[in-house]
C-alpha cells in the first residue's frame, strides 16, 4: 500500500511568487492534515479536511495560503505570494479517522529567496 | 494554550551510549503523548505512544513513560545505534482537539560510530 506522497520534494521561488504544494494521501482516508515546520522550530498545524470539507483550519497563517481538497482525494495547498517567512518544510498527513494515526508524507522543502 | 518543550540539539552520541531526551508538556486535561522520528530523507513516523497517566510506550528499543505528576514524557534508550541518526519530536494531542496533533521542536540526534 502506498504511503502519503508529497510534490514537489523542493521548491526554491521568489518572494511575491506563486507555489502550488500538492499531497495524496492513503487511499481510503477520508482525514488529510496539513503542517509546517519553519526555521527548525516545532512543526505546527495548519488544517484538516474531512473529505473536501475543512474541519479545522485555525492554523492557517494568513489569506496568502489557500488549501483545497476538490472530489475528497488529493489536496493542495497554494502560497500567493509568497513572503520569506514562508521557508520551511510542509507536511501533509492522512488517517482514516480522526483519533487515528496520522501517516506522513516525507514533506516538501519550500524556500522562498 | 498546549504546547511541548524538548531539549534542544542537537546531541552527539558514541554508538552504544544510553541516550535521554528530555520531553515537558503543558496541557488542559488528559493529552496523549507521543514520540515521532524523522529519518534522514523520509517522512514523520510514530516511534512510540502513551495514552494515559503512567503508560510506558515502547518500540525498536526506546522507552517514554507517561509522568503527570512531572508533565513529562522522556525518550530514553539503553543502547544506540547508528541507524538512530534522526530528528525526534516530541508531541501532544489535547482530548477535546484529538485531530490536531502539537509538536515540540525537534530534537537532532547523530550517533558516530
Known amino acids: 500500500e502506498a504511503g502519503v506522497t508529497q510534490f514537489p520534494s523542493h521548491s526554491v521561488i521568489e518572494k511575491g511568487q506563486t507555489v502550488t504544494l500538492r499531497c495524496d494521501p492513503i487511499?481510503?482516508?477520508?482525514?488529510l492534515y496539513w503542517y509546517r515546520r519553519v526555521m527548525g522550530k516545532e512543526i505546527k498545524f495548519l488544517l484538516h479536511?474531512?473529505?473536501?470539507?475543512?474541519?479545522?483550519e485555525s492554523g492557517m497563517p494568513n489569506n496568502r495560503f489557500l488549501a483545497e481538497r476538490t472530489g475528497g482525494t488529493y489536496s493542495t495547498l497554494k502560497v500567493q505570494p509568497a513572503e520569506l517567512e514562508d521557508s520551511g518544510v510542509y507536511f501533509c498527513?492522512?488517517?482514516?479517522?480522526?483519533?487515528?494515526?496520522?501517516?506522513f508524507g516525507p514533506g516538501t522543502r519550500l524556500t522562498v529567496t | 494554550g498546549d504546547s511541548v518543550t524538548q531539549m534542544e540539539g542537537p546531541v552527539t552520541l558514541s554508538e552504544e551510549a544510553f541516550l535521554t531526551i528530555n520531553c515537558t508538556y503543558t496541557?488542559?486535561?488528559?493529552?496523549?503523548l507521543f514520540w515521532y522520528v524523522q529519518y534522514p530523507g523520509e517522512g514523520l513516523q510514530l516511534l512510540l505512544k502513551a495514552t494515559k497517566a503512567d503508560d510506558k510506550g515502547s518500540n525498536k528499543g526506546f522507552e517514554a513513560t507517561y509522568r503527570k505528576e512531572t508533565t513529562s514524557f522522556h525518550l530514553e534508550k539503553g543502547s544506540v545505534q547508528v541507524s538512530d541518526s534522526a530528528v525526534y519530536f516530541c508531541a501532544l494531542t489535547a482530548y477535546s482537539s484529538a485531530s490536531k496533533i502539537i509538536f515540540g521542536s525537534g530534537t537532532r540526534l547523530s550517533i558516530r560510530p
Open positions: 498527513a492522512s488517517s482514516q479517522d480522526s483519533r487515528r494515526e496520522q501517516y
Open positions: 487511499s481510503g482516508h477520508d482525514n
Open positions: 496541557a488542559t486535561g488528559y493529552p496523549s
Open positions: 479536511f474531512v473529505k473536501e470539507s475543512k474541519q479545522d
